[in-house]
């Protein structure tokens, strides 16, 4: 209980504009709220025992609620802000600079979700699915799958090349990507490569795989029987 009220002070005192409805922390509550309550923020205490979060945050994403997962900055449970889409953490011991700075980039997705022009744009993209989440230096950075052409690998962080010519610097390692974004058509080519692969326009004998910002990047020997059959079936 202590827990809880220290992190609702420190909500209500940094962002009184958002409505604490009720504390619920065990797993047949969380149902519930998904179920009768139109949320667009939910935090989940990690140590919740047999929470099963692919249910639970495939429920979420069905109506569009955001989730912050509570947790310790070692716990094993953080893999699920990768596996299934969590939209950030905030980790015990409660602190000020974590809670600001998570629920603050979290808000501006929900107002960016909720604009009239953004709307527009996923529609003319299909999907907001697409749509994930890239830690950055300055918080997170919401963008298109569609506009990611590659990741590319450095020491303790990512480059994330889009259509647009930007560079975004993450503090994900290249095997976060890789689990991130497999699911949309990603594939890992080599150790330091993660490729979009309906960014692709050819490959070189050579073992070089040509993409659509002119970029090139080697093939793994061992990647290159997996490459090829995924390719041809685009």
């Keep these: 209980m202590e827990r809880k009220e220290e992190l609702a002070s420190r909500i209500q005192m940094f962002f009184p504009q958002i409505t604490i409805s009720d504390f619920e922390f065990s797993r047949e509550e969380i ?3 998904i179920k009768f309550q139109k949320l667009q923020l ?4 990690a140590s919740i025992p047999d929470l099963n979060y692919n249910i639970l945050l495939s429920d979420l994403f069905k ?11 070692n716990n094993s449970d953080n893999k699920y802000c990768t596996h299934f889409g969590v939209s950030g953490l905030i980790y015990l011991p409660i602190n000020t ?3 600001v700075v998570t629920i603050r980039t979290i808000l501006q997705k929900i107002n960016l979700l909720n604009s ?14 697409n749509i994930v989440g890239i830690p950055t ?6 963008i298109n799958t569609r506009n990611i052409i590659r990741c590319e690998g450095l020491q303790k962080c990512s480059r994330v090349i889009t259509v647009d010519r ?3 610097i993450s503090s994900y390692s290249i095997g976060n990507f890789s689990e991130l974004l497999k699911p949309y058509g990603f594939e890992l080519v080599h150790r330091s490569h993660l490729i979009n692969l309906a960014k692709v326009i050819r490959y070189s004998r050579e073992g070089f795989i040509y993409l ?10 061992r990647k290159k029987t997996e490459f090829l059959g995924l390719w041809s079936c685009l």
Excluded: M
């Design 31 to 33: 149902h519930n709220i």
């Design 137 to 142: 230096l300055s918080g997170i950075e919401y």
């Design 63 to 73: 109506e569009k609620c955001e989730v912050i997962l509570i947790t310790k900055a």
């Design 97 to 99: 600079a974590n809670i």
């Design 116 to 129: 009239k022009l953004f709307v527009k744009e996923i529609e003319k993209a299909s999907a907001t699915e």
């Design 166 to 168: 930007k560079n975004i």
């Design 42 to 45: 939910l935090f989940i205490d």
């Design 212 to 221: 659509t910002d002119n970029s090139r990047v080697p093939l793994a020997r």
